[in-house]
């Protein structure tokens, strides 16, 4: 059980840590409310990946997780859009824990650096494309599934491109974040 808690970066936190954990979440919202761009109500290109892929590296899974969905539902409470569906912060949360999952404590830049980048990123699309297309089509924002494939596709193949621009660029600079961060 320990191992467990070691791999997902499931620990007791300092008061430091927590403050950072909280300036990482405000910053998702900040991130989500200033720096998504929307077309419609039901397709978006967010930013908000940075801070929620930052805290993934430094705190581990869970509290990716957490920073990720607090960061939704911040933007849904400050900035609402349509009504807010929980089932999409549910998909925040995976989408932080997989962040994660692949670098958690593992921000070096080697060859399995970028074939993580390629598997997150791969990982991160599946998750936009399938399950929130499917509580979208639920909540009634598309006619039906495939109908809304097509329409979604762009923007996720966009998504894709920036988060791996960014990510791969934050390769340089984590270490030394890291290091700043735990001093």
Known sequence: MKNLCEFLGIKRLSVKELCELALLTAITTLLAIYATFRIGNSVKIP?????VFVTGALFGPVFAGLTGFLG????ALLVPVGAYLPQLGFVEFVSGFIYGLFFYKRYNF????????IL??????LLDIFVTTYFLTAAGYFPTFIAAIPIRLPATLVKM???S???FAGASYLPVFAKQVRK
């Open 120 to 125: 997150c990123v791969i990982a991160q699309a």
């Open 110 to 117: 080697s060859r399995f650096y970028v074939v993580r980048l």
């Open 72 to 75: 939704d539902l911040l933007n």
């Open 165 to 167: 621009v960014v990510i």
């Open 47 to 51: 930013l908000k990946f940075i801070s």
């Open 161 to 163: 491109l920036v988060q």
